[in-house]
């Protein structure tokens, strides 16, 4: 069974370009998670996919964007990006079907650093 | 709204002994999960142990144990027989029961634990 993997590991970027970072569910996984986890925080939900389409967002602005592809795969795109959007970007993979599928499995992330 | 909080920003023990990280919750839902993640310095979050909040036993996974506590709303986790490979940042994390649509985690602040030798 393959994990979650995420890239590229390290990223980094200036003021107001754009980024993508992508992510590979677990077999079997439908549902994908991106969280933002600055230095010494706790990781912060961004959005969530399921079958394609947004299922739920955080307290993150527009320029903020997610895709998720029909094997499940996912991209999070960062418009203009910040000084404050360096951090440690988490991809996290399950299966939504009922009780006992709600375990979220968590990629090795990327590190984004804006200069 | 759902938050999580623990209150210990660093923890030490001995290597071969026992200690407990303490999270507390809030929340007005009767159905819910709980969680303890394990992140080690290579950044992968690794999934500790899960309790589900119907369940009145308490979750445990080899030298991992839980105390759930639902009515003050506390959910520490036990680590025995402390070993070198646990020293990492652990965090309690909440998730609200499966009729609630999105199914994003709440984390805390997590505990930094040292082990030592």
């Known amino acids: 069974e393959t994990g979650v993997t995420q890239s590229p590991t390290h990223l980094i970027k200036t003021r107001g370009q754009q980024v993508t970072l992508r992510c590979s569910s677990q077999s079997g996984h439908n549902t994908v998670s991106w969280y933002q986890q600055a230095l010494g925080q706790g990781p912060q939900f961004i959005f969530q996919?399921?079958?394609?389409?947004?299922?739920g967002r955080g307290n993150f602005p527009p320029r903020f964007s997610g895709l998720q592809f029909p094997n499940y795969s996912s991209e999070l795109n960062v418009n203009a990006l910040e000084l404050d959007d360096s951090a440690l970007y988490l991809c996290?993979?399950?299966?939504?079907?009922?009780?006992?599928?709600?375990?979220?499995?968590f990629g090795p992330g990327t590190r984004l650093l804006v200069l | 709204a759902q938050t999580v909080t623990q209150s210990q920003p660093e923890m030490s023990v001995q290597e071969a002994e026992t200690v407990t990280l303490s999270c507390t919750y809030d929340?007005?839902?009767?159905?819910?999960?709980l969680f303890w993640y394990k992140q080690p310095p290579s950044r992968q979050m690794i999934l500790v142990i899960r309790q589900e909040a119907y369940k009145q036993q308490n979750a445990t996974e080899n030298r991992f144990s839980v105390n759930f506590q639902k009515a003050a709303k506390s959910f520490s986790l036990k680590i025995s027989d402390s070993q070198l490979g646990d020293a990492a940042m652990y965090f309690c994390?909440?998730?609200?029961?499966?009729?609630?649509?999105?199914?994003?985690?709440?984390f805390g602040t997590g505990t930094r634990l040292k082990v030592l030798a």
């Open positions: 996290a993979s399950s299966f939504a079907g009922g009780r006992g599928q709600e375990t979220q499995y």
């Open positions: 996919y399921y079958r394609e389409e947004e299922n």
């Open positions: 929340t007005s839902e009767s159905d819910y999960y």
């Open positions: 994390a909440y998730r609200r029961g499966p009729t609630s649509g999105t199914y994003k985690y709440i």
